[in-house]
């Protein structure tokens, strides 16, 4: 694995009563961001040798370096006031909230170029220093530098990392669903449930998302929206096969995938 890429930085408030996060921005364009994992260590020695190694994870620092700051970055990071005409209020009690903290990775794999997504769930971020020079006979870009620091949250999680795709823009999508900016389709439901059968089954298929498109395989495969058949009728399932389905409609990001195995003994 090779990482050669860095993007689309995205930050949310995050509720840590309920593990929800709302009024999610982009944070300008990625520039750099480094996570570094601290941990406990507690080693017990036995018998002139150490016989045990616990490790527990502590926190993990975390910077973050953008082309720009936007506005929601000084209500929703560091609970400052902007007014409707853009005017900024530092106050000395101004306390940084908890947000989320998400960005995509580009990476080589066995030669393929493909995308992966990692969030942290739990952040509280610093102001960073403000610097301003003079333009002289050289340019020189000055740009905003954060650090902070990274927890778990009640489930005992700090960071989750998506699947990896082939387009950098399903990784956002997945970013987006995790920080509730876009809706995600239901994902499909089947009439007849998985498991051991003696006679052939009539499935259908259903989801509760209204207007959504479902598409289904029994081969193996994964359904997508360029992979399986379009469900628009009732499905026979007369010999052993996995059903997968999914849904997906303009605008929405798409449902997992349901998976039902059929065991027929017949």
Known sequence: MANFGL???WIAKLNPATNTYSDAFKCGKAISTAVTPNY???PLY???QQTENVTEFKN???SIGTDRLPSEAAMVMFGHTVAENGE???KSKDEAGYIGYGFITAEQLDGVKKYRACVLLKVKMKEGEESFETKGDSIVFKTPSLSGTAIANEEGEWRIKSPYYATEAEADQWIQKKFGVVEQCATPEASVDGGT???EQTVTLSCATKGATIKYTTDGTTPSEENGTEYNNTISIAAT???RAIAYKSG???SEVMTKEYFING
Do not use: F, H, I, W
């Open 60 to 62: 993990a620092n975390v």
């Open 46 to 48: 036995a018998d002139n």
């Open 197 to 199: 059968y003696t006679a």
């Open 88 to 90: 900024e209020s530092s």
């Open 241 to 243: 096969a996995g059903l």
């Open 40 to 42: 406990n260590e507690a």
């Open 252 to 254: 929405l990001v798409n």
């Open 7 to 9: 993007s689309k930085p």
